[in-house]
């Protein structure tokens, strides 16, 4: 079961959202405070583990202390009992929908008074297999494996482990001082340790298909210049073998080791060949511009069944697919917000043209530049533009280290002086 369609309208500063999800790759885009992670969050409750928590806006009434839920609108005006559309009963407000592959609608509802947490609700919930990834990836860091379960884990059970580390670590707690990373290290030590065997130890297929299909995986997911060849288990150690050299798997950068820690709870999700979904919140942490270009490519093909939903604000990301659907979160003239599926040709652009046409920058100079610029330009806008000012004024830019910026900074000028001058 994938997702097909997500509305919500009239809740918080949400205004028209309408995604329709490729079944493949689906990208939302925005600011900051756009809503990105929420959308994120609405299709995150239907895996399970972490369900997303959303804060009431507390307000002194007479009463005393109370919270809203946000709404706004038309749905702030109260609903007589016998007058609630389908999928709505007394006590909750519906925002939207979301639609399933299988032609299924849901509503979604949130309670109409709330405490200072609530969640969404569902009147039709249908079984979504699927898994989110958070924005925050664990950090690769030592630590030392001084026992390894002998009984090799399934799949699920493995991808488990780690769920399990990272709820505990995203409430506050800790596994016996385990990270997420420690149990990806124990694992490939388990399964290289008894999956070809030795004189002693009988051979278990089951380790051996285990650690060879995560072998495969990387060998597509990382970058190509890596050369990843082989992991080899040096006990106590992992190490990551490449054209490149050998690296523990402790001492990896931060940009390889995102894309194991993606690919590792991607892999050991995906345990039975069907159909399913991954959520993942800025896959562009940690990565090189040029990564950031591939990540998502190399994982399409890594995992053909999966059909990935993601948020982000790299213009990387969201030009690396044609055949995807892509959707900025935009702000109207009433600051609400609303989504715009983004056409080929806004995908096509440069990382500059995207910054600026899709992510709403005017520009995309540091502010010092900008600063810099405007500064040189007051200086000469008020003494003519001449052919001997021009040149002097490309000079200074010159001599300030923007020669770069000359022809831009003299349309600049040009403008300013003729406003003046009018």
């Not at 056409?343 to 043209?353: P, W």
């Not at 100079?365 to 001997?388: C, F, L, R, T």
Request: charged share 15%; net charge neutral.
């Amino acid at each position: 079961m994938l997702f097909k369609n997500l509305k919500i309208d009239g809740w918080r500063q949400y205004k028209n959202i309408d995604i329709n999800f490729h079944p493949r790759l689906t990208i939302i885009t925005g600011a900051n405070g756009a809503g990105k992670t929420t959308l994120l969050g609405v299709l995150n409750q239907h895996f399970g583990g972490i369900t997303p928590q959303l804060i009431g806006v507390p307000i002194i009434a007479s009463g005393g202390l109370k919270y809203l839920s946000s709404i706004w609108g038309q749905k702030r005006v109260g609903l007589a009992p016998n007058n609630y559309p389908p999928g709505m009963h007394s006590g909750t407000i519906n925002i939207g929908s979301v639609e399933y592959g299988n032609g299924t609608i849901s509503q979604i509802n949130i309670p109409e008074n709330t405490g200072s947490i609530y969640h969404f609700q569902f009147n039709s919930m249908q079984s979504v297999k699927g898994a989110s990834i958070s924005s925050h990836r664990p950090i690769f860091k030592y630590e030392s494996v001084s026992t390894i379960p002998t009984n090799v884990s399934t799949k699920s059970q493995i991808y488990q482990n780690y769920r399990n580390s990272y709820i505990n670590r995203y409430n506050g707690g800790q596994t016996n001082n385990r990270t997420e990373t420690y149990y990806i290290k124990e694992t490939l030590i388990s399964l290289g340790a008894f999956g070809e065997g030795n004189a002693v130890i009988q051979p278990n297929p089951q380790a051996l298909q285990l650690l060879e299909g995560f072998k495969n995986i990387l060998k597509v997911v990382l970058p190509k210049n890596l050369g990843f060849q082989s992991i080899s288990v040096r006990m106590p150690e992992v190490v990551l073998v490449t054209a490149t050299g050998e690296f523990p798997i402790d001492a990896v950068s931060g940009g390889v080791a995102s894309i194991i820690d993606l690919a590792w709870q991607i892999y050991m999700y995906d345990n039975d060949g069907f159909p399913f979904v991954i959520t993942i919140d800025e896959p562009e942490n940690h990565l090189h511009p040029e990564i950031q270009k591939s990540v998502l490519v190399n994982m399409i093909n890594a995992f053909p069944n999966c059909q990935f939903i993601v948020s982000t604000h790299s213009p990387f990301i969201i030009g690396s697919i044609p055949e995807s659907n892509a959707y900025a979160l935009r702000y109207d003239e009433s600051n609400k917000v609303y989504s715009t599926l983004l056409e080929t040709v806004d995908k096509a652009g440069t990382a500059n043209d995207i910054l600026r046409e899709v992510l709403g920058l005017d520009d995309t100079m540091p502010d010092w530049v900008d600063a810099k610029i405007e500064s040189i330009v007051n200086q000469y806008k008020n003494i003519g533009v001449n052919k001997e000012n021009v040149a002097s004024f490309k000079q200074s830019l010159i001599d300030a280290g923007l020669g770069k910026y000359v022809s831009s900074s003299l349309i600049k000028l040009v403008e300013e002086y003729k406003i003046i001058d009018n």
